[in-house]
């Protein structure tokens, strides 16, 4: 592993082991992008997945909302959807539209074309970025990796792009199980090394994305979600013991309490949840991170601070870690995510008794 200079600010990290913090440490989804104008710079230059395949420019933008806000992690700036792509399917992002799949998997026999990638090939772009922002970072705070969860990519590579309902993909799940079970499993196998392996070059923290968990429904998220995701985290704490795992299921508190039981050390919540039922339901087995709903980032600042309390006050004073409830819009104001952040730090240093 490639040596790098010693962290100064650890909270995240002391927060997602379930250590007392003296504030709570915050950071964004989609923290680095469209609503920040010098990412729009870059873009005008670029297009998206250029950027994501130049380990130059992803270390670039992944680092601008450090250089601008006082957070307390930065996140390689990719995409999820960099695991389709290294499995052999073109995916396209159609400005105003998103990402689409021109040839999607259209039923069992279109799982032949995919590849069984190697990694360095595929994704060394990924890991290259990592280690150059972990460099570049110069230990100012932790730098988490991601990957999106096997249900939720399964459901863009058979839906084609983004969709309300992903009744195809869903339909799968009903119409051929064992193809699903099979695809589902060749994901969990690649994601799970894809992490370790982003892990190796320098991410100090683990996301698994599951954003269309919450179209699956209690039973069948244990059968077709729960075990991949499980087995994911497994993969990563074989490899990686002592590195914190944050697992996201947007839209599923149904999902809660079986995700506390996996080697998952944070669960995140979407702004939908109630962070006190919550608590309740998941104990001390995870530490929770979330939820402000991110439209609360449209209110005034004085009212942002507000919100920020309210979401504070909610998880209470077990060891928690700040974030939205899903990703920053392209409209909004970076100077209201100045204000989120700010209001966790100040608001939760008055509630530690700082």
């Known amino acids: 592993m490639p040596s790098f200079p010693p962290l100064q600010n650890d909270l995240i990290l002391r927060a997602a082991r379930g250590a007392p913090t003296a504030r709570t440490p915050v950071w964004m989804m989609r923290q ?27 270390a670039e933008v992944t680092l601008q909302p450090i250089e601008r806000f006082p957070l307390d992690a930065a996140i ?31 039923g069992p026999a279109a799982l032949d074309r995919l590849v069984t990638p190697d990694l360095d090939a595929a994704l060394g772009h990924v890991f290259e970025a990592l280690t150059l922002t972990r460099h570049r970072l110069d230990g100012r705070v932790p730098l988490i990796g991601f990957a999106g969860a096997p249900w939720t990519l399964m459901a863009y590579m058979i839906e084609g792009g983004g969709s309300k309902t992903y009744k195809q993909a ?117 530490v929770l991170q979330g939820n402000l709903d991110p439209c609360a980032l449209y209110a005034a600042p004085a009212d942002i601070r507000r919100h920020v309390h309210d979401m504070l006050a909610g998880f209470g004073p077990q060891p928690h870690i700040a974030n939205l409830g899903h990703g920053m819009h392209p409209t909004h104001d970076p100077e209201h ?18």
């Open 32 to 58: 680095a992008g469209r609503y920040l104008p010098e990412y729009q710079a870059v873009r005008a230059k670029h297009s998206f997945f250029e950027v994501v395949g130049t380990p130059e420019l992803a």
């Open 76 to 106: 390689i700036f990719s995409d999820i959807l960099v695991i389709p792509q290294a499995l052999g399917l073109t995916v396209e992002m159609v400005p105003g539209k998103g990402p689409h799949f021109p040839e999607p998997l259209d």
């Open 170 to 286: 869903r339909a799968w799940l009903y119409r051929h199980p064992d193809a699903a079970h099979a695809l589902l499993e060749r994901l969990a196998t690649l994601i799970g090394d894809y992490l370790v392996r982003q892990i190796d070059a320098g991410a100090q923290l683990v996301q698994v994305f599951d954003s269309w968990a919450g179209l699956l429904g209690p039973s069948t998220f244990q059968t077709f979600g729960l075990p991949y995701l499980t087995a994911i985290a497994e993969r990563v704490k074989a490899a990686h013991p002592d590195t914190p795992a944050i697992v996201f299921a947007k839209g599923a508190p149904y999902a809660l309490d079986a995700l506390a039981d996996t080697p998952y050390d944070v669960i995140s919540l979407d702004w939908t949840m109630d962070p006190a039922a919550a608590r309740q339901t998941v104990g001390a087995r995870a």
């Open 337 to 354: 995510a100045r204000a989120f952040i700010e209001a966790v730090h100040d608001v939760s240093e008055q509630m530690h008794g700082g």
